[in-house]
């Protein structure tokens, strides 16, 4: 989940004990557990790999979320109060503290971890104000199945410098209450991270199922 393994990625029972300080017949149980919750394959000629890349399974995951969050971005923006408000503002300050990760060859994953924990707390505050209990979970079902994807995109291809603005401009959008704004800005934002790994795909036919 932390994307430190590439997509497609052969997994090796002597390198994994290794690291984690685990028995191979534990390392394998969790192999097993791992491909049961669909982040590891188990294939015939490679043995384990970190789960390829399925732009199909993306496709879907960004129309889904275009079609769907944006909805509940308006209720949100039109229920909120002043300490919804409030929230924002400072999910969006920690936000632009928290340096992006550098792309380079040695990621550093713990930058990676503290800005995907900020980005998605952003994300999080600015659909709390929805009254619909119902399509937050929708929200957030898809937000964490999506989890993946952005960071892959982060880590293998390049933050998008875009982002900033971005999300500056929906802080912008949440505090006037302009939701088609903010939904103009949130469909651009999640398409990014879906081109990105287009892109890469394209490049990189072996990390694709």
Sequence with gaps: MAARLRPGQRLMFADLSERYGASVGVTREALTWLTSQGLVEANAHQGYVVTP???PVL???????????PLVLRASFEAGDTEWEGAVVSAHHVLSRTP??????????????RWAETHSAFHEVLVSA????????????????????RRWSVSLVHYNPGSTDEHGAL????????????????????????????????EHPEAHD
């Excluded at 929805?130 to 994807?149: D, G, H, S, W």
């Design 100 to 113: 992006p990760p550098d792309n380079d060859e040695q990621l550093d994953g713990d930058a990676l971890d």
């Design 130 to 149: 929805c009254p619909n209990k119902r399509l937050l979970r929708i929200v957030r079902q898809l937000a964490e199945e999506a989890t993946m994807y």
């Design 171 to 202: 802080l912008e959008a949440a505090l006037t209450g302009d939701w088609e704004r903010g939904g103009e800005v949130l469909r651009t934002h999640y398409r990014h991270t879906q081109e990105n790994l287009s892109k890469y795909v394209a």
């Design 53 to 55: 890349l399925s732009i």
């Design 59 to 69: 496709n879907e995951l960004t129309e889904a979320r275009i079609l769907i969050e």
